[in-house]
């Protein structure tokens, strides 16, 4: 190799038996910015004119290929040149142009190696476009070039499901050409060396024919619509990538290039691209947390579970997942026997679906130990994680009993999802390692981790919560104290609203649609009747028929496990209007002297949602929550709030907050409206700046 010499401040230049090496180095992801669109176009001009070069290498340094565009340019004039300006130089290049590929190469970091004329990857490398998770579409290119590599119908797939592949896979569907074994870049220099002395053609995609013509895309465009009907329902991006996609079919290259970016911009400037960037600097941002500097999370290896109900067996899993060892421990009988039943019966099934492999759900089993003692259990773990009945008396107690048990430096955490964890903490010795650990249900499949930061938790604790939320492949979450922490309390006023509105007139089934076309998988009565209305707040002792819940639950309608609650159900459990309920409903109403009437969708979506925002805006207030972003990052992971509004801040901001002020003045009255929200309507202020 001679003597490698800069291009740029971020890329450098040399030349191995013929073959231009031309390397970008931009930490920490090599994202395709001004600088480094820069640093390619001046290092492929060099290449193209060397005389000692007759083929070229791409690589990265670092731990990864270019991992995708800078998304802060988004929205922002584009500096130049543009992708497509170096893709074009790529393009016509008299050399070969092969990419190597390690780490990730996603969204323009794929579209790039797709404008070259060979790829080779490392066997661990990953390719994707992701660009629909943010409610955009490869805009330089991917979804013209896409289908001619692949075929429509794969190209369908990998754009609109915006999932990366692995470089098997990828090889097998022909996104790239090789797989190197060993060090990528020797390997890569050895396949263009080959491919020269092959005399293999220089092979562009853009002039490849796609697989399908016109009539046949646009049948094959219908049954993936058809197919994907529900998925698709609320996002804009991908009806717009069907369309792009078409294009690569039905015009010339250049035509279809042209009409992606068209739709590209499009998108930058909606509503719901914004909203689901907004998200993906949310899920980010809350990350960063207050806490002195230099601090490191501590060391976990091993985990005590305590609890093996569905909550603490969802959990146990989610720690299997991620390769640590777990101890599962209940007193009760053969409550742990049952529990490893339920995880062995969860990862078998996920074997047999292809989701894992029998030997890989064999070695997460592998890793689960059981048993009724609690000393057993504890005492060799580093962190113990509470999951049993929400109840202060049971919680106190058996944070005692793990207190004397645990070993010095263990973390001792709570699942409570709405008790006040510094009372809990308060019966140890150690509620500086006390951290809250409130794992949404199921926990093995909800993304939602909330971090729950007692008055005396440490920082080493707090950034080992926050670290093994991230292991998990969990939204870690900080929150501090109060009851419901971040999600539960922002929510619960859309339940509460949802009880009182159904006394003035609307039913069950009119509130949960209204709430199902702005986007919710669930409307609030559909939700209580799955989870059991006998579970949500009702105390069976005193019950004396104060609330329509209470009239229910005194009937034995507890919901769908009872065949009938807010709705009737039948042996499918499929939900029907119940004529029941509506009368219970109506006679509750009749005897409180209610008033009646009719509400379309958007006064019930303002009914229900605007006292959210409120909320939301009282926990930041409050600095229960870090930021406006933290609530919408949460109810989105936790209660599937729509992504395409953003949660209910970024929501709250698009709808205008003035707006939503008067209409909580007159709906809860003046006092009960967040100074927060009320501060910022006046001043023209936003919940997320």
């Known amino acids: 190799m001679n003597e490698m010499s800069r291009v740029t401040a971020i890329s450098t230049y040399a030349v191995a038996d013929g073959i231009a090496i031309l390397t970008i180095d931009s930490p920490p992801v090599n994202a395709l910015g001004h600088a480094v669109r820069v640093a390619l176009e001046a290092g492929l001009r060099r290449a193209v004119a060397d005389a000692d070069a007759h083929g070229i290498v791409i690589h990265c340094a670092g731990r990864t290929f270019f991992a995708g565009a800078d998304i802060s340019e988004f929205g922002k004039p584009l500096q130049q040149p543009d992708l497509n ?3 074009d130089l790529i393009e016509a290049s008299t050399k070969p142009v092969v990419a190597a590929i390690h780490g990730t190469a996603l969204g323009g970091g794929m579209e790039l190696a797709l404008a070259c004329h060979y790829r080779v990857a490392t066997s661990s490398a990953k390719l994707g476009l992701p660009e629909v998770s943010l409610g955009l579409l490869p ?16 190209a369908l797939t990998l754009i609109v499901g915006g999932r990366p592949i692995g470089a ?26 080959q491919l020269i002395a092959r005399g293999e053609p220089l092979r562009r995609v853009r002039d490849l024919a796609v697989d399908l013509d016109a009539t046949a895309t646009r049948e094959a465009l219908e049954r993936f619509r058809a197919t994907h009907k529900r998925d698709l329902q609320g996002f804009k991006a991908p009806g717009l990538i069907l369309q792009a996609i078409e294009a690569a079919a039905t015009l010339t290259f250049d035509e279809g290039l042209a009409r992606e970016w068209a739709l590209f911009e499009e998108l930058v400037d909606s509503q719901e691209s914004i909203a689901q960037r907004h998200l993906f600097f949310a899920e980010r941002t809350a990350g960063k947390i207050p806490i002195e500097r230099g601090v490191q999370p501590l060391t976990v290896e091993r985990v005590a579970v305590i609890g093996a109900g569905t909550m603490g067996t969802g959990i146990a899993m ?43 759900g064999m070695r997460r089993v592998g890793l689960l130990r059981i048993g009724s003692s609690l000393e057993d259990a504890v005492s060799g773990a580093d962190l113990v994680v509470e999951a049993i009945f929400e109840s202060m008396a049971l919680k106190q107690a058996i944070f005692k009993e793990i207190d004397a048990v645990a070993k010095a430096g263990a973390i001792l955490a709570s699942n409570t999802s709405f008790l006040d964890l510094d009372e809990i903490a308060a019966v140890t010795a150690r509620p500086d390692q006390v951290i809250g650990l409130h794992f949404f249900a199921p926990a093995n499949i909800m993304r939602l981790l909330e971090v729950v930061r007692g008055a005396r938790t440490s920082d080493a604790v707090i950034a080992t919560g926050m670290s ?13 104290v109060c009851d ?39 409307g609030p009565f559909q939700m209580f009747d799955l989870v059991g209305l006998d579970v949500i707040g009702w105390d069976r002792d005193n019950s004396a028929g104060r609330t329509v819940q209470e009239v229910l639950c005194e009937m034995g309608r507890w919901g769908q496990k009872k065949n009938g609650g807010y709705y009737d159900y039948d042996e499918q459990r499929r939900a029907a209007p119940s004529p029941v309920a509506e009368q219970v409903i109506r006679e509750f ?21 605007y006292p959210v925002v409120n909320e939301g805006a009282k926990v930041v207030e409050e600095g229960i929550a870090l930021r406006a972003s933290d609530v919408d990052i949460a109810l989105a992971t936790g209660y599937g709030w729509p992504v395409w509004t953003g949660g209910p801040m970024c929501w709250a901001d698009r709808i205008g907050l003035p707006r939503i002020v008067d209409s909580l003045d007159a709906m809860i009255g003046p006092d009960s409206v967040s100074p927060l929200l009320r501060r910022l309507a006046a001043e023209g202020g936003r919940l997320t700046s």
């Open 168 to 193: 098997t896979k990828a090889l097998a569907d022909g996104l790239i050409d090789r797989i190197v074994e060993g060090d990528l870049l020797p390997g890569a220099i050895l396949y263009a060396q």
């Open 589 to 609: 109403a009749a005897r409180a002297n209610v008033p009646q009437q009719a509400f379309d969708d958007a006064q019930i979506v303002e009914r229900l949602l």
């Open 139 to 154: 805009g330089a290119g991917g979804t013209q070039r896409v289908p001619r590599l692949v075929g429509i119908e794969k």
């Open 484 to 522: 419901g922490f971040i999600a539960n309390r922002v929510m619960k006023p859309r339940m509460e609203a949802a009880e009182a509105l159904v006394l003035e007139g609307p039913t069950p089934s009119e509130i949960d649609r209204a709430m199902n076309r702005y986007g919710f998988a669930m």
């Open 85 to 87: 300006a170096v893709f």
């Open 318 to 360: 989610v720690f299997l997942n991620a390769g640590y060892p777990v101890f599962l421990v209940d007193k009760a009988g053969d409550a742990a026997e049952r529990g490893a039943a339920r995880i062995h019966k969860t990862f078998g099934d996920l074997a047999d679906k292809g989701r894992i492999s029998p030997e890989e």
């Open 468 to 480: 093994l939320g991230r292991r998990l492949g969990k939204v870690a979450v900080l929150s501090g």
